[in-house]
């Protein structure tokens, strides 16, 4: 079957390949026809080298498709189903889960040294234990989530990362106050996300920040009441809380630079989420005394920052009810051929979301 694959951490272009086979069918296994997938900045992250990802490797973790068949003792789905990829599956039985925070289960990483696919070559592994990037996948049980018949494939994609991620960063994480000031830094699919889930919650200034005209302009779309590159966010602090910061701000690039930045623009005691997923080495300074006088709350958010699967129905159910535009996050489509031009739009930042139709 067909893949895209990455030969070497670092290399920029994926090789489309027609000799590639999902493994690991058994027990407990499921085998996903793969329909679409939405290309996340974290595959460009791990194709760098940011996030620790063996190789060669198959990108994409935020998929959707149809069960060809299961391994004994899966009951949750059938062949025939359609299920969202996810790539952070619950175990139901780890501390972490019985807190209602499945989002920090580590059952998923477990398999993190074991290849998702092989070729002629060798072994080849999946992004995130999936691999979306190709026609079909094996994954475990609770990877795939069985949805509605009425989410497209496409929407349901975006659902598997982005979305659950931007979303619940501003619904579960930050809770954001019906009134209040808020800034997004970093205005792609997540970022979006971020200012729908803040437009949801009732705030009432959500300043978008981004590079990108193209974006600004989405960003104003999707909720955001006003949208600034970076040179004008100390302005447009200035402006709107009076100089006194945002009561939160949405880090949504992943760098200590931007997170420095998004620290400096939250007002004294106000609220700093995290959801950019950054590197290993990269470090953000902040003193002790600020940290103290200041009384600014960091709240890092791993995947939506609350119960995975009820982020999804949720998500679902704001979505048919028009309280959310998932449809228009959907900036470019493409076949898996034109994969390496799709990389591309994302490093210019001229696409939200690149759906992969497979
Ligand atoms: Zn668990
Ligand atoms: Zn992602």
Same mark, same amino acid.
């Given at each position: 079957?067909?893949? %895209?694959?990455?030969?070497?951490?670092?290399?920029?272009?994926?090789?489309?390949?027609?000799?590639?086979?999902?493994?690991?069918?058994?027990?407990?296994?499921?085998?996903?026809?793969?329909?679409?997938?939405?290309?996340?900045?974290?595959?460009?992250?791990?194709?760098?080298?940011? $996030?620790?990802?063996?190789?060669?490797?198959?990108?994409?973790?935020?998929?959707?498709?149809?069960?060809?068949?299961? !391994? #004994?003792?899966?009951? /949750?789905?059938?062949?025939?189903?359609?299920?969202?990829?996810?790539? $952070?599956?619950?175990?139901? %039985?780890?501390?972490?889960?019985?807190?209602?925070?499945?989002?920090?289960?580590?059952?998923?990483?477990?398999?993190?040294?074991?290849?998702?696919?092989?070729?002629?070559? !060798?072994?080849?592994?999946?992004?995130?234990?999936?691999?979306?990037?190709?026609?079909?996948?094996?994954?475990?049980?609770?990877?795939?989530?069985?949805?509605?018949?009425?989410?497209?494939?496409?929407? &349901?994609?975006?659902?598997?990362?982005?979305?659950?991620?931007?979303? !619940? &960063?501003?619904?579960?994480? &930050?809770?954001?106050? @019906?009134?209040?000031?808020? &800034?997004?830094?970093?205005?792609?699919?997540?970022?979006?996300?971020?200012?729908?889930? %803040?437009?949801?919650?009732?705030?009432?200034?959500?300043?978008?920040?981004?590079?990108? @005209?193209?974006?600004?302009?989405?960003?104003?779309?999707?909720?955001?009441?006003? +949208?600034?590159?970076?040179?004008?966010?100390?302005?447009?602090?200035?402006?709107?809380?009076?100089?006194?910061?945002?009561?939160?701000?949405?880090?949504?690039?992943?760098?200590?630079?931007?997170?420095?930045?998004?620290?400096?623009?939250?007002? =004294?005691?106000?609220?700093?989420?995290?959801?950019? +997923?950054? @590197? $290993?080495?990269?470090?953000?300074?902040?003193?002790?005394?600020?940290?103290?006088?200041?009384?600014?709350?960091?709240?890092?958010?791993?995947? !939506?920052?609350?119960?995975? $699967?009820?982020?999804? #129905?949720?998500?679902?159910?704001?979505?048919?009810?028009?309280?959310?535009?998932?449809?228009?996050?959907?900036?470019? =489509?493409?076949?898996?051929?034109?994969?390496?031009?799709?990389?591309?739009?994302? /490093?210019?930042?001229?696409?939200? =979301?690149?759906?992969?139709?497979?």
């Amino acid at each position: 079957m067909r893949a %895209a694959v990455l030969h070497e951490i670092g290399q920029d272009k994926l090789e489309i390949l027609d000799d590639v086979e999902a493994v690991g069918f058994g027990p407990g296994r499921v085998r996903i026809r793969v329909r679409a997938t939405g290309l996340c900045h974290s595959d460009l992250s791990a194709m760098g080298g940011v $996030l620790p990802q063996p190789a060669p490797f198959v990108p994409g973790h935020e998929g959707a498709g149809e069960v060809l068949e299961v !391994g #004994e003792g899966v009951t /949750r789905v059938k062949p025939g189903d359609r299920v969202v990829v996810c790539w $952070l599956p619950a175990c139901g %039985a780890c501390p972490a889960c019985k807190r209602g925070q499945t989002e920090l289960c580590l059952a998923g990483f477990m398999n993190a040294g074991t290849p998702n696919f092989k070729r002629p070559g !060798g072994d080849v592994f999946g992004f995130a234990g999936t691999g979306t990037f190709a026609e079909e996948v094996v994954v475990d049980a609770g990877c795939a989530v069985p949805i509605p018949d009425d989410v497209p494939f496409d929407i &349901a994609a975006l659902i598997g990362c982005g979305v659950t991620t931007g979303l !619940g &960063a501003a619904l579960n994480t &930050a809770d954001v106050e @019906a009134g209040s000031s808020v &800034a997004v830094i970093g205005c792609g699919g997540v970022g979006v996300s971020a200012i729908q889930g %803040a437009r949801l919650k009732g705030a009432a200034e959500i300043v978008a920040v981004d590079p990108v @005209a193209s974006r600004r302009e989405a960003a104003l779309e999707f909720g955001a009441t006003k +949208a600034v590159s970076p040179e004008e966010l100390a302005d447009a602090k200035q402006q709107i809380t009076a100089g006194e910061g945002f009561d939160y701000v949405f880090e949504v690039v992943g760098r200590s630079t931007t997170a420095r930045t998004a620290y400096e623009t939250t007002r =004294r005691g106000g609220t700093l989420v995290v959801v950019g +997923a950054g @590197a $290993l080495d990269d470090f953000l300074q902040l003193s002790m005394f600020e940290l103290f006088f200041d009384e600014k709350r960091i709240l890092p958010s791993m995947y !939506g920052g609350g119960d995975v $699967l009820h982020s999804y #129905e949720r998500t679902i159910a704001l979505w048919r009810a028009g309280r959310i535009d998932l449809a228009g996050l959907i900036t470019h =489509r493409v076949p898996l051929t034109e994969i390496n031009e799709a990389l591309d739009q994302m /490093r210019t930042g001229t696409a939200l =979301r690149t759906c992969i139709e497979i």
